[in-house]
């Protein structure tokens, strides 16, 4: 055949390539919804029991004592999908999204919680530090009556700085927030509820699908007059604080790198800057404000902590105080706020005052305020 027309003959080219390229993407994009195989292929399995079987219809892996992670997990935007079998007693099953190292988002399940404002949580992993203590309330979690007799479908809608969580096939998002780290590419991973092993079946992942629908997120009110920022001192462990004699060399001792704000407007989370389950030992920092005062005078300062905290006034410690969780009861969570006060004998010129803020598990949290800073300077 002789060929005449070369512009005929780019334009023949063009269109199966275009054919070719449709049906690729049209099939990656296919896969990209279908059920990701819980095997070794796909998934890393760390955990410390778990079982791949056939349940309630499903297939389904029982997951005890760890997590799941996909293998394949730069994870941006998209949609997440799973299915999980609840079991009614205390658990914390979810799945972890754009991880990074020891930081990621968070959202997880607490099926002992059916029915109340707590029953879930949005989170964020932070320095491997999830700071519930912090990021609580309605902005953050929203009543939801679990079954216990049939799976319960979770969907996670994640664009940008944005995500949204859709459960049992529910047209409008049960929850909307702002994510807490910075939008990069990063790990998926799901557990099943620590200790209390729980199924999962039907994971999907979809990159393409990201469109969010009526993102309406809730308002937190800030509480007013709060000291906007803190320095923090280099971690140290908290049982060098019970020698009164040794605090002024102590102090000395620190080095000053970071300062941390108040986020929420409710506190500082301490773990953006320091890490507190790394190879230096420590739960402890000094968190600084300098005050600077016209003439002698006494101030009440209100402020919280998490999880315990002494107050050091010009190299003195004037008290000691504990809000862990369960710490002042059996249902008490150890959330922050301005719960405690001191009255500080501030002398003309110059102050230091020091919190030491101690860390177990739920934030490490420090917060005040002067309800009264006449005369007064904060720095």
Do not use: C
Not at 230 to 256: A, C, P, V, Y
């Amino acid at each position: 055949m002789e060929i005449r027309d070369l512009s005929a003959i780019n334009q023949f080219i063009m269109k199966k390539a275009s054919v070719i390229i449709i049906a690729l993407l049209g099939g990656f994009l296919g896969k990209a919804q279908d059920i990701i195989p819980l095997d070794t292929i796909n998934w890393n399995f760390e955990a410390e029991s778990y079982i791949l079987e056939e349940f309630k219809g499903k297939k389904a892996i029982y997951l005890q004592g760890g997590s799941i992670t996909l293998k394949d997990g730069d994870f941006l935007n998209g949609t997440i999908e799973y299915d999980i079998y609840l079991k009614e007693v205390q658990a914390f099953p979810g799945v972890y999204f754009r991880m990074n190292g020891t930081n990621a988002e968070h959202f997880y399940i607490r099926p002992h919680q059916a029915g109340n404002p707590d029953a879930n949580q949005a989170i964020p992993l932070t320095k491997g530090i999830s700071p519930w203590q912090l990021y609580y309330g309605e902005k953050y979690a929203f009543p939801y009556e679990y079954k216990y007799d049939d799976w319960t479908h979770v969907k996670l809608v994640v664009h940008d700085d944005k995500a949204q969580v859709f459960l049992d096939y529910s047209e409008e998002p049960n929850l909307s927030w702002q994510l807490f780290h910075e939008s990069v590419e990063g790990g998926i991973s799901l557990n099943g509820g620590n200790a209390q092993g729980m199924h999962l079946a039907n994971i999907k992942i979809d990159r393409a699908k990201h469109e969010l629908k009526n993102f309406k997120p809730l308002n937190r009110k800030p509480i007013e007059g709060l000291v906007p920022k803190w320095q923090l001192s280099d971690k140290f462990e908290e049982q060098l604080l019970d020698d009164h004699s040794m605090i002024s060399q102590l102090i000395g001792n620190r080095t000053w790198k970071e300062s941390v704000v108040v986020e929420e407007g409710t506190a500082a989370n301490i773990s953006r800057k320091v890490e507190r389950f790394d190879d230096v030992p420590g739960n402890t920092v000094f968190a600084k404000i300098e005050l600077d005062a016209t003439l002698d005078m006494t101030k009440l300062f209100e402020f919280g902590y998490s999880d315990r905290a002494v107050v050091i006034l010009n190299g003195k410690p004037i008290y000691k105080g504990n809000n862990r969780y369960r710490s002042r009861d059996y249902r008490y969570l150890g959330t922050i706020g301005l719960f405690d006060a001191v009255y500080l004998p501030l002398r003309k010129g110059k102050n230091t005052l020091l919190l030491a803020v101690s860390e177990d598990f739920g934030g490490w949290l420090v917060t005040g305020r002067f309800v009264d800073t006449k005369g007064l300077k904060i720095q």
